[in-house]
Structure formats: C-alpha cells, structure tokens
C-alpha cells in the first residue's frame, strides 16, 4: 500500500528506533544521547557504524541484519526516505539499528571523540553548487576523524569519478590513509548503487583509516577541486 509523503512524516513521529534531534537545540548544546547511543539507546555494548546521507536506509538495514553484534545507526535529513528504513526494522524486529533525521553538520553534537568504529558514506550527493555541504569534503573529514576510533574505518562508496579521485588526492591530506584491502561484505547494494549497477556505471568502494599525524598541506596541483 502506498504511503504518502504527509503519512510518512506524521508516522516518524511514532517510532521508536527514530530520533529528531532538534537543530537550533543543537547549536546551543550536544544531543541528549551524545555519547550514550550504546548505552541509552541499545542498551547493549557492541561497535557503533553510522552510514550518513543513507537515504531509505535499506544499505544499513541489510548491514545490521548481517553483523547482529554490531549497533547501527543511519543518518539522513529526509524524513519521507528514512521513514523507509525504520519501518522496516519495526516491521522486522530488527533492534540493532536506529535512524537519526538531521542534518549531518551536527555530526559532532552528535557523538563524542571516538565513539563511532565505523562511518560508511554511501553515493553522496557532489553538491558542486553547495561546496559547504558535501559530505566527504575536508570539512566533513576533519569531524569523522574527531568521532572515529582510533582504529575506525571510514568507507566512501560512489560511481562518481570525481569523488573517488577526490577521496584518492585530498584524503591523505587529511589525516586518514587509504587501504588497498578490499572488505568482504555480502551483496548488498544501497538504492542508488543499484542505479548505478542497473546502468552499467562503474563504483568505488574506498576505505581509510585515521592517523594520528598532523594533518598535511595539500599540493597546490590538486588543491584546485570544486570543494575547496
Ligand atoms: C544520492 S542520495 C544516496 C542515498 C543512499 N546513500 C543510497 O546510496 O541509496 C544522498 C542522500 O544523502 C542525504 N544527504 C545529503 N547531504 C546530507 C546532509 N548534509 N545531511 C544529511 N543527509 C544528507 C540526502 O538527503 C540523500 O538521501
């Protein structure tokens, strides 16, 4: 049965494995369960993943019906896609996943140095008019690399050329080092890789890990990008 966009906002309202952490609040002060997501919001110790920008949700679905002793979380701003993906788990029973609806900016506000293991970043949007806002910008790493582990991995997939030479020339740059191993996941596409594949695109999975050097300057050569 089809459900309404309007349906769909009023029903986030009602679930449970939904949080809406209200912006303006954050600006003011960290979100309630910052820091405790494993704690108050599990109730269970276990490594904490966020896929951030995951749309309907089905990429960490699969991935917490897959590594049941892993917590995920996925993040996205709008409401009418995420419902998918926390109707599904109460739908299911599926416990070890929730859903954040903000805007991934707060990401800071939203968890403390080192809480997450992992954060998958899954077909973002480039924003080539809206630098500010691309996800896996200098300025979104910079905050990854405060919140991930000290041995947390950070994975970008895409089939955007652009954004996989990006991730090649100014990760390294900023504190992350790149891996040349190839993680074994089962065949789980997010919404837009299945685009991608249906088109014959091809698609990237990279991965890196934060360092603890300081972050260096980035060559003139490959500084001029459409986020810097
Ligand atoms: C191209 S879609 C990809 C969705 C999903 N990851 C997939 O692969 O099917 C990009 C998603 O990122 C979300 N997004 C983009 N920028 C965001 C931000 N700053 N904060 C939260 N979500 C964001 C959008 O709302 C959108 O759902």
Redesign the pocket.
């Known amino acids: 049965m089809k459900v309404s966009k309007l349906e769909r906002y009023q029903q986030i309202n009602e679930f449970p494995n939904l949080v809406q952490p209200d912006a303006g609040a954050l600006r003011k002060a960290p979100a309630e369960l910052c820091g405790k997501w494993n704690s108050s919001f599990f109730r269970r110790t276990a490594e904490l993943v966020l ?6 949700g ?2 960490s679905i699969a991935l917490a019906r897959h590594f049941p002793e892993r917590n995920f979380l996925g ?4 409401g009418a ?1 995420i419902w998918r993906g926390a109707k599904t788990a109460v739908d299911e029973g599926i416990k070890n996943i929730g859903f954040l609806r ?4 707060f990401i800071e506000q939203l968890f403390v140095p080192g809480e997450l293991n992992e954060i998958w970043i ?4 480039p ?1 080539l008019r809206k630098p500010e ?1 691309m ?1 896996i910008s200098q300025t979104f790493l910079a905050r990854y690399h405060r919140i991930l582990s000290v041995n947390g991995i950070l994975h970008l ?1 895409t089939d955007v050329q652009l954004l996989a030479d990006y991730a090649f020339n100014i990760w390294p740059h900023c504190g992350f080092k790149l891996l040349d191993k190839e993680t074994l996941l089962p065949e789980i596409h ?4 299945a685009r991608a594949i249906k088109s014959n695109r091809c698609t990237w999975h990279i991965q890196a890990i934060p360092l603890s050097e300081n972050f260096s300057p980035i060559p003139d050569e490959i500084r001029r990008n459409p986020w810097n």
Request: proline share 3%; with cysteine.
């Open positions: 896929e951030i920008g995951c749309g309907w089905d990429f993040l996205d701003v709008k896609r903000i805007e991934g900016e899954t077909f973002p949007t924003y806002k996800l997939k997010t919404n837009f890789e």
